[in-house]
Nanobody, 123 residues
């Protein structure tokens, strides 16, 4: 049973930064994908960033956040999302998700999800 716990959300003014962290446990495989998704009220859940962990390590980013956000895995195997130059349109509930094997941008391909952490960016 894979368990995910997000932290680091909060409120920030436009142009500011936040760092989200996802602590994962209960998985035994060596090849998987960790993803960050977000969902604002009235909108579909969308992929923000994801990182493949296996034979190598490779990140992917949505066009809307490329150059501003960075996904990485730290020494404690937390999956972090560094968010810089935040914009009001980044306001959403952010979710960490786990997928066995290779990466995918589709939320439905991820079987395990955290509880979410709120990010609010004001003008």
């Amino acid at each position: 049973q894979v368990q995910l716990v997000e932290s680091g959300g909060g409120s920030v003014q436009a142009g500011g930064s936040l760092r989200l962290s996802c602590a994962a446990s209960g998985y035994t495989g060596s090849s998987y994908c960790m993803g960050w998704f977000r969902q604002a009220p009235g909108k579909e859940r969308e992929g923000v960033a994801r990182i493949y962990i296996g034979s190598g390590r490779y990140p992917y980013y949505a066009d809307s956040v490329k150059g501003r956000f960075t996904i990485s895995q730290d020494n404690a195997k937390n999956t972090d999302l560094q968010m810089n130059s935040l914009k009001p349109e980044d306001t959403a509930m952010y979710y960490c998700a786990f997928k066995r094997g290779g990466c995918s941008p589709m939320p439905t391909d991820f079987a395990y999800w955290g509880q979410g952490t709120q990010v609010t960016v004001s003008s």
